[in-house]
């Protein structure tokens, strides 16, 4: 199947040759301009609108100037970011995510953290963004009396990727630096407001409407499950298991340990009823195991296991097992396993750096999985002698050690029985109590999350949509689309409106809202031609043109020059040095 990049680059080849014709026979307006994929229209309506707006010259000064020392701070802060970035994709190279290439375009669909499905709202907050941006420059170029020659918007293809407003240079050349520096922030500052209004009426009227729907929310279902077996899908709601009420995934997995058969009914939302025929299944294996993702595990040493509590008693009772699974059988010892580093107490064992075992015992105390192992030395101090029972390459060992100052073993280990997680239900849960908590709304009874103040509440929000990477979430915030939106319920006067327009509206607030956050941010890493570098230049000019010395340009220049940079190097290894150097 070709992936939405891969028609996307096609898209911008065919649009470039096409431009490159229509340009070559004369065939395009005057206004409009192409630089291969790159399109930009320019205009000279709108002067005397601005004209208009600038009249109260005292009023945008006060603004022009709170908006430079905001934009002071936050090019600090983004080049203090930019530069550790920079510094961590040298010394620890870790491709993820977070760092592909194709996730600095602002494309939904190509950028993983931007779903296609909300394209409208994206654009339309970026379209929003480009304008107050440009405008602002515009507004404060008649404020300080420069001239504009033209100004317009600019397009990869057919998608808007920024707005701009060409001032008269000699005119920026003969103005005082104090307007200068309050025209470069105009921009900036204007994106700030923009997103500070989107998110007070995000987390204030509408968020305030929005409740998260009884019931557990899937978000995945494991290919092989019981769950899949039963018909559950991304977007089913459970609401009760043989005709208990469920709130949330709490009380679901609450009520399926107490079922007292492997078979349960599943009532789900809008009153459809499923027939749930638990099976273990093996959601996570170490890769050195041989055991696979998605094997259904039928018995431990003969013992028939249909539920993940009955695989837990069937280890208790086996340091060593037969594992019969649908695709054949296997022997593996069950305890918690166990990655050995370098320099901790097993190293100094005779075991390597590296080398795995599996623990069953501390102190003759029995270990079956991780969270065993933690608890058993929880109860430890540091320093302590332990006996430490466990398999090394299938053989039992037997180790008197003693714990280091942290009272720990010097190892990794991974979660589940032996390296194995197993599940007999199959299903992701979606944390739409948590989102919800964060953006403002009703969900204190799902999450219990304490209450949050606004500049949190802000952080928090600009990581949604990396969440299932960075936020330990499990998913990326998507917005209110698609089957996300059957776990949230709208009432109150935004709900009067009807869930479409409710989920509409709240999409448009919380993307334009987030991405003039990133726009005004990164528009201020101290780097041209961004607004950064403009102000980072006028900032160095004013601090040497009060020094003792002569060639104050030359030193402005190589300051602002290795600043920049610095900047570039550092954002190109962010990019693309995690894959280089790995």
Request: charged letters at 15%; hydrophobic letters at 45%; one cysteine or more.
């Amino acid at each position: 199947m070709v992936s939405t990049f891969t028609w996307v680059l096609v898209g911008v080849v065919a649009y470039s040759i096409l431009g490159m014709m229509l340009r070559m026979r004369g065939l395009l307006p005057e206004y409009v301009r192409l630089s291969g994929p790159i399109t930009t229209l320019h205009t000279k309506k709108g002067r005397v609108l601005l004209e208009r707006l600038a009249k109260p010259k005292r009023f945008w000064r006060a603004w022009g100037n709170f908006g430079f020392g905001l934009g002071l701070v936050v090019m600090a802060g983004s080049f203090l970011m930019v530069l550790f970035a920079g510094y961590s994709a040298i010394t620890n190279p870790q491709p993820s995510q977070l760092n592909q290439p194709r996730n600095v375009l602002a494309i939904p669909g190509v950028n993983e953290f931007l779903p296609l499905s909300v394209a409208p709202e994206i654009v339309a907050g970026l379209a929003l963004g480009l304008i107050v941006h440009e405008g602002g420059h515009g507004l404060f170029c008649r404020v300080e009396d420069i001239d504009i020659g033209s100004m317009g918007l600019a397009l990869l293809a057919l998608i808007p990727i920024g707005a701009f407003v060409e001032p008269d240079e000699e005119d920026v050349q003969q103005s005082s630096r104090g307007s200068q520096v309050r025209m470069f922030a105009a921009g900036v500052t204007n994106n700030f407001a923009l997103s500070i209004v989107m998110l007070l009426l995000l987390f204030g009227p509408v968020m305030g409407s929005f409740a998260v729907a009884d019931g557990a929310k899937v978000g995945g279902v494991l290919q092989g499950s019981a769950a899949d077996e039963a018909g559950l899908k991304p977007g089913s709601v459970v609401t009760a298991v043989d005709g208990q009420p469920v709130a949330d995934s709490r009380s679901l997995e609450a009520a399926l340990v107490n079922a007292t058969s492997s078979s349960v009914e599943l009532q789900l939302q809008g009153g459809e009823t499923t027939s749930l025929e638990r099976a273990v299944i093996v959601r996570e294996a170490v890769k050195s195991l041989p055991l696979e993702t998605n094997t259904t595990i039928e018995t431990v040493n003969g013992t028939a296991v249909h539920t993940e509590r009955e695989f837990y008693m069937a280890a208790r009772n086996h340091t060593v097992a037969n594992i019969t699974t649908s695709s054949g059988s296997t022997t593996i010892p069950l305890g918690a396993f166990a990655s050995v580093t370098g320099g901790g107490v097993l190293a100094d064992e005779r075991l390597e750096a590296g080398e795995t075992m599996v623990i069953t015992s501390i102190d003759g105390e029995r270990i079956v999985s991780d969270r065993g192992y933690e608890r058993a030395l929880g109860e430890k101090s540091g320093g302590q002698q332990v006996n430490v029972v466990g398999y090394v390459g299938g053989e039992r060992r037997t180790f008197n050690v003693r714990l280091d100052e942290n009272a720990t073993l010097g190892v990794r280990t991974s979660p589940g029985v032996g390296g194995v997680v197993v599940d007999d239900f199959g299903v992701r849960y979606y944390p739409a109590g948590a989102f919800l908590e964060i953006l403002g709304g009703d969900a204190e009874g799902e999450t219990g999350v304490a209450s949050i103040d606004l500049p949190q509440r802000i952080l928090l929000m600009i990581l949604l949509p990396f969440a299932g990477v960075a936020g330990g979430l499990g998913y990326n915030f998507p917005g209110f689309t698609d089957f996300w939106t059957n776990f949230y319920e709208v009432n109150g006067i935004v709900g009067a409106f009807g869930d479409g327009p409710a989920f509409l509206l709240a999409n448009l607030l919380f993307w334009t809202g987030w991405i003039n956050l990133i726009i005004g941010q990164f528009n201020l890493v101290p780097t041209f031609p961004l607004d950064g570098g403009h102000l980072l230049r006028a900032s160095v000019e004013s601090v040497v043109a009060r020094l003792p010395i002569e060639g104050k340009h030359s030193l402005t220049t190589a300051v602002t020059g290795a600043i920049t940079i610095t900047m570039i190097a550092s954002l190109l290894l962010m990019v693309f040095g995690p894959q280089l150097l790995t």
